[in-house]
């Protein structure tokens, strides 16, 4: 018998296991059959699923919530919200950013949302963007753990001080490093922009993450560009590629030779559903494309992918909730990802593969692992996919940081007995 902190008993893992989980200060002491024990704090997760917390690997938390501000975006393409966010930059504050992103991240923690890696702009000589979002990370590093990539949002050569920015960025203590190559003036530039960022990883020992041909142009190829230099850096397994959309329409008989690559490289994927479905296909009548980079081919080839939020309520996106499941619901239908163990990994995606490309430490729900889990009004990973239930209970690092009755109210309909739910599992 062992007296813990904190005690979830119960609970089904994301593996089916049934498994009490025993926490004692912010470390996983126990999981396993341990009734009997004791602890300050007790929840039962009995029937619901209980998995590691979701992870999100790309975000834009400058911009988050700032829908509206000063306009909308008319055309819904990924350019007038590059545009648009122009606008908005040079007459923003620090203040007000960092407000926006506190009030997003407590969004997040309430989904069960505990690490996120957010790009911020480095084209701006004042660095408000980053000056904000190093506040932030300070801030919400008790319970959320924000890692912030440097990104050069009007392109590295692109923009005149882009490249002096970023690298003050980095001095100031951003964690990644970022690229946008397809928003160069050409190809060209674009490839010179991966190769010159990459060196910059290499050099401070960094992790990559490059927005990476996030456009419905089949010519658009800067992951090879990325691939490469990954080998020629010895940068293998710390590069991930964001987006590469362009992958849609690329030759088949190139991408058979563009995966293996990928693959080698290590170089992990960071597909957005949300924003992808919205920003893609613009310029096309029909048939219209989807604008979702190769998921399933991806996996057949060993490569990591994890889905991605992007953006909630912002110049690019006027949705979004902060729920990565949510996400994880848009890219299975996206990628027609319906078989069972498809669906399975959609969930996965969002959580243990996702955590992976962040290179978090101590994530998981074993022992010696972070005390940091979600508990969810659900049977297993499909049925969180698919109703996107409330989170009843969130721990991160060792503190109870959300808890949300258990909604037990009956739905009546005429003529029905009063017992209609929408889990299987209840
Ligand atoms: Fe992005």
Known sequence: MAEFDILVTGGTLPDGTRADIGITGATIAAVGDLSGSTAGTEIDATGDLVSPPFVDPHFHMDATLSYGTPRINASGTL??????????????????????????????????????????????????????????????????????????????????????????????????????PHF?????????????????????????????????????????????????????????????TSMHSMDNYYVSKLLPLIAEAEITAIPNPLINIVLQGRHDTFPKRRGLTRVKEMHAQGITVGWGQDCVRDPWYSLGTGDMLDVAFMGLHVAQMTAPEEMRRCFDMVTTENAAILHLDGYGLAEGNTASLVVLDAGDPIEAVRLRPDRLAVISKGRVVSTKARNDSQLTLEGRPPSVRRRHSA
């Open 79 to 180: 350019l007038e919200g590059i545009a648009l966010w122009g606008e908005l930059k040079s007459s923003t504050t620090v203040d007000a950013m960092v407000d926006r992103a506190l009030a997003y991240c407590d969004w997040a923690v309430s989904l069960g949302l505990l690490a996120i890696r957010s790009h911020v702009d480095t084209c701006d000589d004042e660095l408000k963007g980053v000056t904000a979002m190093l506040e932030v990370r300070e801030r919400v590093k008790p319970y959320l753990d924000l890692q912030l990539v440097a990104f050069p949002q009007d392109g590295f050569f692109r923009d005149p001080t882009a490249r002096a920015n970023t690298l003050r960025a980095l001095d100031m203590g951003v964690d990644v490093v970022g690229g946008i």
């Open 184 to 244: 160069e003036r050409t190809m060209d530039e674009g490839r010179a922009s991966v190769r010159a960022l990459c060196e910059i990883a290499a050099e401070r020992g960094l992790l990559v993450d490059m927005h990476c041909d996030e456009t419905d142009d089949p010519m658009s190829r800067h992951i090879e560009t990325l691939a490469y230099e990954t080998q020629r850096l010895g940068l293998n397994g710390r590069v991930a590629g964001s987006h590469l």
